[in-house]
């Protein structure tokens, strides 16, 4: 029976994977959607703009995909890019200096939803050797936060849910058979 319920469980999981798909009838990757939010008691001034400008970022990033806005599409998904990438930067900047630095968001979890957004963006905009190379980067963060799933839940610091693992997950499995063709320098 408890088999049975986890693989309704999974099933369910895929399906809802797929009706976010299905929201924007004009990209196949998944989109991490979920705004990060603020949490006390203390929080930086880095942390702060880090997580602002991430849900500036992701507000962005959703507008251009709604079929109403296709004449702005490509400057609203760039102006997402260099919004993203300004919170990439941060985010490896602080991680260098000190891992424990954000407090109230898991810096890796702000640069997975990066690095996925910023991956489905570059596919959307034509670019797909780009969007191929950032994806591939999220695998061994996922496949760590897989091996250490139990773990995590049993704290009370699982990051992501399930829907959003299979999202990411799902999108890197698609980028497995897919070369990856450097550029001339």
Do not use: W
Request: hydrophobic share 40%.
């Amino acid at each position: 029976n408890n088999d049975n319920d986890n693989d309704n469980n999974k099933t369910r999981n895929v399906q809802s994977v797929h009706k976010t798909k299905k929201h924007h009838q004009d990209h196949s990757f998944y989109i991490f959607q979920r705004g990060l939010k603020v949490e006390a008691p203390v929080i930086s001034s880095v942390e702060l703009s880090a997580i602002i400008t991430f849900n500036i970022a992701l507000a962005q990033h959703l507008l251009a995909l709604d079929p109403k806005r296709q004449e702005q599409k490509i400057r609203m998904l760039e102006q997402a890019v260099q919004l993203y990438e300004c919170i990439y930067k941060t985010c490896t900047m602080q991680m260098s200096h000190d891992a424990h630095a954000f407090h109230s968001v898991d810096i890796d979890l702000m640069v997975l939803a990066v690095v996925n957004n910023l991956a489905q963006i570059h596919y959307e905009i034509g670019h797909p050797q780009i969007a191929v190379s950032l994806f591939r980067q999220l695998m061994p963060t996922l496949q760590l936060y897989k091996d250490h799933e139990d773990m995590l839940r049993d704290e009370g610091e699982l990051l992501i849910d399930e829907n959003e693992y299979m999202g990411l997950f799902l999108n890197v499995m698609a980028c497995q058979d897919k070369p990856v063709v450097a550029t001339a320098a």
